[in-house]
């Protein structure tokens, strides 16, 4: 195993499971267990790919945002696809990517809930915060899905914990992470995706922080379009349904 390569001082600790358990209790599970130990960390899935620098951008913004209860997490993933967003070295955005993150203990476990039991009581609370009707109908649905467990996954409800705590994430303004688990065998990302193997740059350093932290719309716009929504973008700008 790779973790018995380790050759600096330090601590390991070993969850191993002793019966198969679905992706909804198993990753969930494990990143809780994650925080029981630690006041921060980062999570890194087997099929997700790191630049070196992803972690010192982390480690920074773990010590950086430690105390700010507005920032949920710190993603290494940047969806853009080539379009600059601010001048910055990162924009806060509402969507939570997890395909190599960060985050503090007291985000996890004081908001977490695989099973969303607030969705029911704060359903239109938390559709109201979404601009878009389109983009709100897509949500409802999603979350709705979620609460009936009709989707084996444990990262919707990451994402509904942050908006019910009117939170945002944080990403980077190059992408850190590439998923490398697209294919026939993948639990989830299946078929052929512009997000798959995507090529990835080394972060600069020293980093320029935004000058507030409020999610960037038209990065979160651009995402919601072109890595959430089935139906393509241009087809529905087409119709005319989404401007």
Known sequence: MIFDEIDWPCTVNRLYRDTHLCARDSISGAITWFFQHEENGIVLEDDCVPV???FTFCQELLYRYALDQRVAMISGDNFQFGRQRGDASYYFSRYCHIWGWAT????WLGSYDPDMRHWPKYRTQVLATIRNPIERFYWSQIFSLMYRRRIDTWDYQWLFAS?????VA??????LVTNIGFGKSAHHTRTASRAAN?????MTFPLTHP???????????????????PTPAYVLKKLGIYS
């Open 170 to 175: 944080i990403v980077p303004g190059v992408n």
């Open 104 to 107: 503090w203990r007291d985000r």
């Open 163 to 167: 908006w019910l705590n009117g939170r």
């Open 198 to 202: 995507m090529s990835t740059n080394e």
């Open 211 to 229: 000058d507030a932290v409020l999610p960037d719309h038209e990065a979160d716009r651009y995402t919601f379009l072109h890595s959430y929504l």
């Open 52 to 54: 070196p620098s992803f």
